[in-house]
């Protein structure tokens, strides 16, 4: 069923969330207006009931409060992330300030605070599941004998040692895989990587870059791989002489 108002999913498509706080009236009413709009719905009361639904089927999106008896919100959603990549939005009565970066940073794809405006939220989840939509291919992508990227699952490896990437290095990454050797200018990766926070600049990027090459670059001191191009952005590069390419074509 679809809203008449439209802004839901397309025709046909029916995205899943998960809706995970202890407010029953709150489940009811999100639950209700996320279905006229189209969507999949299920609901739980506490993270620990949410983490043995995702043991039955995982969703394509998750919405949960910080603040939640036995299992905080924070504790399930790192929990959920050492899994798999479900993208999750928190929907919370705190209004976490600084705090609320180094969620997004680490665990969340957005954060909004309560009482929400529906029309905001929905849009919210919209841009969420569209960004899903371009996502890169679930494979490995080789750069080289020394690094291999697995964006969907957040990963990196480094000279054979597994290296964890956050929300934020991994949608700049993506965007630089995206267009594999040739320039992403520092607005874009801006826009890519903090489109919903206000009074970002590029300083955002410029830190994520230096500390994403300290974690992808065997030397982060001379890299060959995410390259600094002056006054314009970045770009993401093979190794010298090799080409980058699908794990499963070598």
């Given at each position: 069923m679809m809203s008449?108002g439209g802004?839901?999913?397309?025709a ?5 969330i998960?809706?995970v706080?202890?407010?029953?009236n ?20 506490a993270?620990d ?17 910080m ?6 919100g ?5 929990e959920i ?13 705190i ?16 954060y ?6 529906y029309?905001?939220?929905?849009a919210r989840?919209?841009?969420v ?6 996502k ?16 969907h699952r957040r990963e ?24 594999l050797?040739?320039t992403v200018?520092t ?7 903090w489109?919903?926070?206000e009074?970002?600049?590029?300083t955002?990027?410029w ?5 994403l090459r300290?974690?992808?670059?065997v030397d982060p001191?001379?890299p060959i791989h ?6 314009i ?13 699908p794990?499963?074509?070598?």
């Open positions: 008449s802004g839901g999913p397309a046909g498509v029916a995205p899943r998960m809706i706080d202890d407010d029953p709150l489940l009811v009413v999100l639950a209700e207006q996320l279905r006229s709009d189209g969507y999949e719905v299920s609901t739980a009361r993270g009931e949410a983490l043995r639904r995702l043991e039955i089927s995982w969703p394509d999106l998750l919405i949960i409060d603040m939640m008896p036995r299992m905080d924070l504790s399930m959603a790192r992330k050492a899994k798999a990549d479900l993208p999750i939005i928190v929907l919370s009565a209004d976490a300030g600084d705090s609320k970066a180094d969620l997004l940073e680490e665990v969340a794809e957005d909004i605070t309560k009482p929400y405006h029309p905001e939220l929905r989840i919209n841009r599941l569209r960004r899903l939509g371009d890169v291919p679930r494979q490995r992508l080789v750069l080289g004998p020394k690094l291999s990227l697995e964006l990196a490896t480094v000279g054979g040692a597994t290296v964890q990437l956050t929300p934020t290095e991994s949608r700049l990454l993506y965007a630089l895989a995206a267009n050797g040739r200018t607005d874009t990766l801006l826009a890519r990587g489109a919903d926070t009074d970002a600049d590029r955002y990027v830190v994520t870059m230096r500390r300290q974690k992808v670059e001191n001379h995410v390259q600094t191009v002056r006054g952005g970045y770009r993401l590069v093979a190794a010298d002489g090799d080409e980058a390419r794990a499963h074509d070598r």
